[in-house]
């Protein structure tokens, strides 16, 4: 890559690079997916026992 065309091998390291940085950020969206889901339940679980207690 030091002379600025592009090989076989180079192209191999960008590929292998780009699956890593998709396979990152596949698992990055599902962890703050998971965790938003988790803090709608917290905040429901919240207002309901505020709602019950109120009564």
């Known amino acids: 890559m030091a ?3 592009e090989n ?3 192209k191999l ?3 292998i690079l780009v699956a890593l940085a ?3 950020l596949s698992r990055i969206k599902e962890r703050q997916a998971k ?3 988790n803090a ?3 905040t429901l679980m ?3 026992r505020l709602k019950v207690l109120s009564q």
């Open 46 to 48: 919240q207002f309901f």
């Open 35 to 37: 965790e938003r889901a």
């Open 22 to 24: 998709e396979f990152e």
């Open 13 to 15: 390291m960008i590929g």
């Open 3 to 5: 002379d600025h065309k």
């Open 8 to 10: 076989p091998i180079s």
């Open 40 to 42: 709608k339940k917290s």
